[in-house]
């Protein structure tokens, strides 16, 4: 049971640049968030899903776009990276608000 | 504005020693409490999760008490091993809110 799984691990994007991070769950769970952590702060959610086709912003959604095609995976996009977007961020999935919460291994982006 | 303040932000003791650390939150109106421990590099992972009419609950070494009164959480870890070396994270949700508010975390550092 792989839990979650979140490609690529490492990435370092120049200014400007777009990409697209891809989060994917096996546990059917309904609910899938997209958070970025940064020293001394706590991890801030950036977007999440609550079922397939659905999303929503959290905290600090800007610059960033995400789409829930299939209940397993949950899609982050950045359209134009920018050196503030430089983070590690986690995918994370739940059966709902009263789980816990399942986090992939994180994805450390540096944008230069 | 809802938030979650932890305390120590970092601690340091002797394996096979006991630790507690705290949680104090102002969210409203309350849900859950959740601990969760993050390993240096990795994404969090859930230990225990509370609701309002939990006063406590345990994980193997693991205990989290709950005063759904004062607002105050703790997590006491019962003969600390290397292993226990990480970062804790205290989280508290919301009625109604999908965002729940993250505390920085403790960073705690089992020396042998």
């Known amino acids: 049971n792989a839990g979650v799984t979140q490609t690529p691990k490492f990435r370092v994007l120049k200014t400007g640049q777009s990409m697209t991070l891809l989060c994917a769950q096996d546990?059917?769970?309904?609910?899938m968030y997209w958070y970025r952590q940064d020293p001394g702060m706590g991890l801030r959610l950036i977007h999440y899903s609550v079922g397939e086709g659905t999303t929503a912003k959290g905290e600090v959604p800007d610059g960033y776009n995400v789409s829930r095609l299939k209940k397993q995976n949950f899609l982050l996009g950045l359209e134009s990276a920018a050196p503030s977007q430089t983070s590690v961020y986690f995918c994370?999935?739940?059966?709902?608000?009263?789980?816990?919460?399942?986090f992939g291994s994180g994805t450390r982006l540096t944008v230069v | 504005k809802n938030q979650v303040e932890q305390s120590p932000q970092s601690l340091i003791i002797l394996e096979g020693k006991n630790c507690t650390l705290q949680c104090n939150y102002t969210v409203s109106p309350f849900s859950n409490l959740r601990w969760y421990k993050q390993d240096t590099g990795r994404g969090p992972v859930s230990l225990t999760i509370?609701?309002?009419?939990?006063n406590t609950k345990s994980n193997g070494r693991y205990t989290a008490t709950l005063d759904a009164d004062t607002k105050q959480s703790s997590l006491h870890i019962t003969a600390s091993q290397l292993s226990d070396s990480a970062s804790y994270i205290c989280?508290?949700?919301?009625?109604?809110?999908?965002?729940?508010?993250f505390g920085r975390g403790t960073s705690l550092i089992v020396h042998p």
């Open positions: 989280v508290v949700s919301a009625w109604g809110s999908y965002i729940p508010t």
């Open positions: 509370m609701t309002f009419s939990e």
């Open positions: 994370a999935s739940s059966y709902g608000e009263d789980y816990g919460y399942t």
């Open positions: 546990m059917n769970h309904e609910y």
